[in-house]
């Protein structure tokens, strides 16, 4: 991965900051009546969040813009396996999640794709960069690795289910990757952190039409694409930094997500079936979808902050990453035993 680590003038950050806005806007713009027109549209239902047609699939706009990047950053890179197998598992996965917007696929497929895609990249990692210093046995360290990712951009696309959540999620992982790899500088992860800016821009292109009540919708194409590059940057700090800052950054995600997935599991529902049973859903339904987005971006910045106490002050700021999860789990449960209003109602 050292290749991916070099010094990038800082115009190339901020034209691809810029760009990725722009572009995924415009692209999120024109996808409103060309999904509209070829029937790619989430229609409101028992389980949905939402009361008129959306279109879905906006997020091939924000994958444009990513692959752009990892186009750019595996030729700055001198071709770097780990950039190009990146380059080819944020294709894979955005091919096969577009396909499952379109036709609904078996899950199995979707998670030999995820696998796949995941592995690409592990298992090319130079082998002395070992995570846990040789306490576990390399392959077994890196298959851990291929599930735990795999899981994570499964829980992420499960996290979608309301306006704007995933955009302003990816935003904040991404400047907590941006600010804990050495921010602006660029002086020792230049091409990773140009990617994350391009992801920043792209998600604010995409949440001037997403947000509440939006006029389009990522679907799985986003929402799982965003997962893995965000877990990608995750699996990057787990390798230079403590472990728990990587998990500090999506632990709301990782929470809700978790709690909720558990539950479900021990009701022996069909986890990958849609439902309105996270905590951010219920709270939803009785405040609303920008209320709800504004705690849980207030919460993500808490958290980024606790990250970087973690790492200048030790692991005692973990404790208030914690702190800010549990307040944010409570207020929404505290605010789903209101009463849903029309306004409230997506």
Known sequence: MAGLFSIVPAWDAGLFLVLGFFVSFLISWKLIEVLRKH?????????????????????IAIVTVMVAALIW???????????????????????????????????????????TATAAVVYVIPPDQSITGGMLHLALERTLIVIIWAGYMNIYNFMDGIDGITGV??????LGTLLLLGGMAFNDHGLLAVVCLALIGSCFGFLCLNWHPAKIF??????VSCGYITGYFLLVLLHTSHW???AILPLYYLADGGITLVRRLLRGEKIWLPHRQHFYQKAALAVGHDTVVKWIMT????LVLSAVLVVLHGPWAALLAAAVVATLLWKMHSAAKQPATHQNKA
Do not use: Q
């Open 299 to 302: 919460a993500n910045i808490l």
């Open 218 to 223: 990522m679907g799985d194409v986003g929402s």
């Open 169 to 174: 999620e990816t935003i904040t992982i991404a």
């Open 244 to 246: 728990y800052v990587a």
């Open 73 to 115: 950053m595996v030729f700055k890179s001198g071709y770097d396996t780990v950039a190009i197998c990146l380059l080819a598992g944020t294709s894979l996965v955005a091919v096969v999640s577009l396909l499952d917007d379109i036709k609904t696929l078996p899950p199995a497929l979707r998670l030999a794709a995820h696998i």
């Open 39 to 59: 029937g790619a549209v989430d229609k409101p239902g028992e389980r949905s969040m939402h009361t008129a047609p959306v279109p879905r699939g906006a997020g």
